[in-house]
């Protein structure tokens, strides 16, 4: 099993920043890549972001020029630095990951428990 742990979370102003981070950790696992994904109530979660291992990324359209996903291979770590926040980017921020058993070679998906991001004035 991997577990992820994330934190950075909380209250900002509109134009505000926030930065999120996500540590990954499991025996005989390989992490692979990783991402940020967010919902709010009654919708369905989105991608923000994501990253590969050689450290390719992806953005949500919403999010480009605002926000900055990186990694930190060594510590497992991913993060989400977000700048220009707007009330629209209010929601559960969600960590994953992609990682890959040294056991059976196989690639699983797991999910942090989610950070409240909430842009208000």
């Known amino acids: 099993q991997v577990q992820l742990v994330e934190s950075g979370g909380g209250v900002v102003q509109p134009g505000g920043s926030l930065r999120l981070s996500c540590v990954a950790s499991g025996r005989r696992f390989s992490i692979n890549a990783m991402g940020w994904f967010r919902q709010v109530p009654g919708k369905e979660r989105e991608l923000v972001a994501t990253?590969?291992?050689?450290?390719?990324?992806n953005y949500a359209e919403s999010v480009k020029g605002r926000f900055t996903i990186s990694r930190d291979n060594a510590k497992n770590t991913v993060y989400l630095q977000m700048n220009s926040l707007k009330p629209e980017d209010t929601a559960v921020y969600y960590c994953?990951?992609?990682?890959?058993?040294?056991?059976?070679?196989?690639?699983?998906?797991?999910w942090g428990q989610g950070t409240q991001v909430t842009v208000s004035s």
């Open positions: 990253i590969s291992r050689g450290g390719s990324t």
């Open positions: 994953t990951t992609k990682a890959t058993s040294w056991e059976t070679l196989n690639q699983y998906d797991y």
